[in-house]
């Protein structure tokens, strides 16, 4: 069993920058993939970011292309998601998740086996 707890969400103005990270417990997750979804209010949970066991590969949605990086700390089992140039549509609960294989064979949130509670972003215009 995957436990897993992201943070560092927050408010922030247009333009800004957070970190949101995710830590895993419960069971090493190196070898796993990993993704970070969100969800705005009213709609439905979207993929935002995804990255291989062993970091090699990382996987974007066009949205956040350029401004998101995705990265982990297989060492620190942790998985981070820097979001630069935020934009009030990047306002959402994000979800870190974890996959039971090392590359992804789908970014649908369907593929994902285990998930974070969440962390609310909030962007202001």
């Known amino acids: 069993q995957v436990q897993l707890a992201d943070s560092g969400g927050g408010l922030v103005q247009a333009g800004g920058s957070l970190r949101l990270s995710c830590a895993a417990s419960?069971?090493?997750?190196?070898?796993?993939?990993m993704g970070w979804f969100r969800q705005a209010y009213g709609k439905e949970r979207e993929f935002v970011a995804a990255?291989?066991?062993?970091?090699?590969?990382?996987y974007y949605a066009d949205s956040v292309k350029g401004r998101f990086t995705i990265s982990r700390d297989n060492a620190e089992n942790t998985v981070y998601l820097q979001m630069n140039s935020l934009k009030p549509e990047d306002t959402a609960v994000y979800y870190c998740?974890?996959?039971?294989?090392?590359?992804?064979?789908?970014?649908?949130?369907?593929?994902?086996?285990?998930w974070g509670q969440g962390t609310q972003v909030t962007v202001s215009s």
């Open positions: 998740a974890a996959q039971a294989q090392s590359v992804p064979s789908s970014l649908a949130p369907s593929a994902y086996n285990w």
């Open positions: 419960g069971r090493t997750v190196s070898a796993y993939a």
């Open positions: 990255i291989s066991g062993s970091g090699r590969f990382t």
